[in-house]
């Protein structure tokens, strides 16, 4: 049974899971190897808390009682805490480091929890004695505030370390859902379409970048549409992403689009910027020119995309990432979509996506653009 939890990284991500906890009833330490980082995300985890009894969130006694839960310690007072969660930067070397470290530090019944959102779970376990403790818990950011936790059980990580990690986080308050170790596990595999098909049609001329966002917006009910969400995540960043998952397995559907290179190497690189698809002026999009309403343009566009999304899926399920149903929530509770790719399938049906995906596949221009929409076996079952 969990009853102290470890977190190594005091930044945003590591400060939001420790409120987590403080808040779940559990006993906190927070380690950061930065002391002046390690002050700073206690103080600003202290500070969330008495904001949210301020709030209403919770009252001030339970504010009281959280922090007094939380404890900053070097290192060596991970010690005796029964599950670790690190919250380190994204390098596989320092991870497999520091598990390393957790693991001759904390004994060999603790749980040693990773919230990598892109390195497989088996990579940072591979030099851990029994791996089977070893797997990901993958936090959205900020944390206190995104419900979902994925739990990405590696090539190794025993059932019971699953159920006990999901306990964690129920207890927490989180929506967990359990993957497999695969390529962005299921949020960020299963939105690669959002942008990609985007920018394909915007580089065919299907239609514009401000067409499309509407459409996903009034069409589909989406907050932001795909060059909203580029703009704000930065082109920069998004690029990486493409680029990381093309690299780890080169599939037609995941390839990077050359619109975003271009838009890099001429410094346009979203709201951080000041410009990227759209120009912005202190951090707020400049207001755009009124146009017409294209309503069968915004619904093909709309199509267009949730088909790719549900195709994208279906793959995922019959790869075994995860089941339908945690899909759905995770691209609800992650992503803030407003209904998961398994939805949009009951809705607009099968028959239709299919029909979507068929059609670009016939008047690709290539080989290889008609394999971006060879549809999932599971998609065309009727």
């Known amino acids: 049974m969990v009853e102290r939890v470890g977190v190594v990284g005091a930044g945003t991500m590591g400060a939001g899971i420790a409120q987590l906890g403080c808040l779940g009833g559990f006993e906190v330490v927070l380690h950061d190897p930065d002391p002046a980082a390690l002050a700073s995300g206690a103080d600003r985890l202290r500070a969330a808390l008495d904001k949210?009894?301020?709030?209403?969130?919770?009252?001030?006694?339970?504010?009281?009682?959280?922090?007094?839960?939380?404890?900053?310690?070097?290192?060596?007072?991970?010690?005796?805490?029964?599950?670790?969660?690190?919250?380190?930067?994204?390098?596989?070397?320092?991870?497999?480091?520091?598990?390393?470290?957790?693991?001759?530090?904390?004994?060999?019944?603790?749980?040693?929890?990773?919230?990598t959102s892109s390195i497989p779970v088996s990579e940072i376990a591979a030099e851990v004695e029994r791996p089977e403790r070893v797997l990901g818990m993958h936090f959205f950011n900020p944390p206190p505030l995104m419900k979902l936790v994925e739990i990405v059980a590696g090539e190794r990580t025993s059932e019971g370390t699953l159920d006990e990690t999901t306990e964690v986080a129920r207890s927490m308050g989180r929506e967990p859902v359990r993957a497999a170790d695969s390529p962005g596990f299921i949020v960020n595999r299963c939105n690669r379409p959002y942008a990609l098909e985007a920018l394909r049609m915007l580089g065919e001329g299907v239609a514009g970048h401000a067409e499309i966002d509407r459409a996903m917006r009034v069409e589909g009910g989406?907050?932001?549409?795909?060059f909203e969400l580029m703009d704000l995540i930065g082109i920069d960043v998004n690029l990486g992403v493409a680029k990381s998952f093309y690299g780890q397995r080169e599939i037609a559907r995941w390839e990077p689009h050359p619109i975003q290179e271009?838009?890099?190497?001429?410094?346009?690189?979203?709201?951080?910027?000041?410009?990227?698809?759209?120009?912005?002026?202190?951090?707020?999009?400049?207001?755009?020119?009124?146009?017409?309403?294209?309503?069968?343009?915004?619904?093909?566009?709309?199509?267009?995309?949730?088909?790719?999304?549900?195709?994208?899926?279906?793959?995922?399920?019959?790869?075994?990432?995860?089941?339908?149903?945690?899909?759905?929530?995770?691209?609800?509770?992650?992503?803030?979509?407003?209904?998961?790719?398994?939805?949009?399938?009951?809705?607009?049906?099968?028959?239709?996506?299919?029909?979507?995906?068929?059609?670009?596949?016939?008047?690709?221009?290539?080989?290889?653009?008609?394999?971006?929409?060879?549809?999932?076996?599971?998609?065309?079952?009727?």
């Open 52 to 115: 949210g009894a301020d709030k209403g969130l919770w009252t001030s006694d339970a504010a009281a009682g959280a922090a007094e839960a939380l404890e900053t310690a070097e290192f060596e007072g991970l010690a005796g805490c029964d599950l670790v969660i690190e919250a380190a930067p994204e390098d596989l070397a320092l991870k497999r480091r520091l598990f390393s470290d957790l693991a001759h530090t904390c004994g060999p019944d603790a749980i040693l929890a990773t919230n």
């Open 222 to 226: 989406y907050r932001m549409g795909p």
């Open 262 to 382: 271009r838009m890099v190497a001429d410094g346009r690189l979203g709201r951080k910027a000041g410009r990227g698809f759209y120009d912005y002026k202190n951090g707020r999009k400049a207001a755009d020119a009124e146009e017409a309403a294209d309503e069968p343009l915004e619904r093909a566009v709309f199509e267009r995309i949730v088909s790719c999304l549900a195709n994208e899926a279906s793959f995922a399920v019959e790869e075994g990432v995860a089941e339908p149903d945690d899909i759905d929530t995770a691209m609800r509770l992650g992503l803030n979509h407003p209904r998961g790719p398994f939805e949009w399938r009951s809705e607009l049906g099968a028959g239709r996506m299919v029909a979507t995906l068929d059609t670009l596949a016939e008047n690709a221009a290539s080989k290889r653009e008609a394999e971006r929409y060879r549809v999932a076996d599971s998609l065309r079952e009727p």
